[in-house]
């Protein structure tokens, strides 16, 4: 908040960088909403927008139905069908069999998503949820970068 | 702007949130161009982005051709081609065959989308228009955040 | 960098707008990486996102794979198979066949990314790059728009 001689009042933007960091165990959605909005009630941003980064090809972020578990059991069914393992005409395959799949799953749905917040909340809707979508069978780490932009 | 005796002036950057509120009549794109560029105006934002945000899991938001209609509809086509509501090994149907498609078409396109503004216009290119992508049969009364960030 | 009377200082957030142009040459990603990353340094923001939006309805951005070429043919191959030309349901073919697959490509991959930036470098993991993915078979000239939002 900026004050000038008493005439002008107004709020200044900031950004804030977070990283989260997030242990997989193969294949299928890993809620992280909780962890994001911890990040902007941590930084006190009041108004403004998240931006959820996955720094990785081989898993994604996407906004999905957050009430039924079998909603996410479908949706991970349904990817390994569209984008099968043992597709002939796969040259990108050093890492196994789910290389080459989760490159494309990762393409077919998103790398980062921005979100609106007021009052220190993300507006996401009733039956929202944010998820890191994994493609690889193996354990991993991933990172997450969380970029908080608005008003305090 | 902000003066200070008379050596610094600058542009401060703020934060307007919008809401939208538009009604479906079945599967389908419903351009929303307008209605967000409108909201830009509203605010006298002259320079940064605006970040459109569906606040659903069963319905969409794509930037698409919006010229010719029918690309619309082959569009909407191919989504039905892609993801039959009668594939048998979906669980999550309590609301009917079109439920888990809905979410499956949403997490193949997007949930929000960022697009530059310069001297309160959108920077959409040509042949571009923002559209909610409907995938749901019945009439439904869908929520889209607009949060345009930039300077006056 | 503001300062008030010795007691107040903060970082004031700028938009910076950017065009790049890039010329394609028939289906499959171009790398921007260094392009993207260059209108950084040369603006000179050190602390914030980039957006990168492309202005075309039959080319995508995605973020990708960066180290094996056979990478992003594979992907180029799997959209080519998910999406033929010769579906004969289309009935928005005025540009010849790659012209519906064009948009459907487009649709299921992103039309902007959003990348944070910290100390003047965007924060991708090692394997990511940044591509346009060109859907159209006959050489394209290509419209980006990349906008720097963060503090100096």
Redesign the interface.
Known sequence: M?T?SGS?I?T????H?NQLELRTNGKGLYEITENVQSKIKACGMR???V?V?V???SCSV????NA?P??R???K??FD???PEE?D????N?EGGDD?PS??K???????????I?DEEM???T??GIFLFEHRRAPHRR?I?V?I???M
């Open positions: 900026l000038e002008l107004c200044l933007m900031h950004v960088h108004n403004g927008t931006t980064f720094q990785h090809t996407v906004i999905m139905e039924d079998t909603a059991r479908d949706l069914e349904f069908r569209l984008v597709a005409y796969f040259t990108h050093s080459m490159h494309i990762m393409a077919l749905t998103r790398t980062s998503e921005t979100v609106p007021v507006q996401l809707g039956w929202q990172n970068s970029t932009i608005g008003e």
